[in-house]
């Protein structure tokens, strides 16, 4: 099962209270916070960014191999990343992805692009359509 989840480090910020968090295996995601709390959501908006981005230019997602405070992105980020890396690796076309969801291929190509936001039941539907069948889990926060 793969769950996008890659660690952090926390480092003291000059300012009272604040982090600077970065991951080793994805050094794009940098970011900082007031607080820890602020820190780790900031953090997990980073890592989404990051990975979006990855996939928005071809780079392949990196294997997670650092150790430290396991962050994911927010749930609806890591649900649109697992779909467009699904289709990546899929060998299908766009108007085939549209084909098996029952949509045209102009809602196809807004459910892959990574700047727009996709409900949740049409991203269990196009990954069903792939093959892929979306897990969701809770863990402490």
């Known amino acids: 099962m793969k769950t996008y989840a890659y660690a952090a480090t926390f480092e003291p910020t000059d300012r009272e209270g604040g982090f600077t968090a970065f991951f080793r295996d994805v050094p794009e995601a940098i970011t900082e916070g007031d ?8 953090a997990a908006d980073a890592l989404g960014v990051a990975l979006l981005t990855y996939l928005e230019i071809g780079k392949p997602l990196p294997e997670p191999t ?3 405070v396991m962050i994911t ?8 990343i697992a779909l467009i ?15 098996r969801i029952g949509k045209d291929e102009k ?3 807004r459910l892959l692009d990574p700047n ?3 409900k949740l039941p049409l ?10 069948r979306l897990v ?6």
């Open 73 to 80: 992105p927010d749930p609806e980020v890591a649900a649109k």
């Open 85 to 99: 890396e699904t289709f990546q690796h899929a060998g299908i076309s766009r108007s085939e992805l549209a084909r």
């Open 116 to 118: 727009v936001s996709t």
């Open 136 to 141: 969701i889990g809770l863990e402490a926060a």
């Open 123 to 132: 991203l269990v539907s196009a990954l069903a359509a792939m093959g892929k």
């Open 107 to 109: 809602e196809a190509r």
């Open 66 to 68: 650092a150790e430290g």
């Open 35 to 42: 607080d820890m709390a602020d820190t780790r959501a900031m």
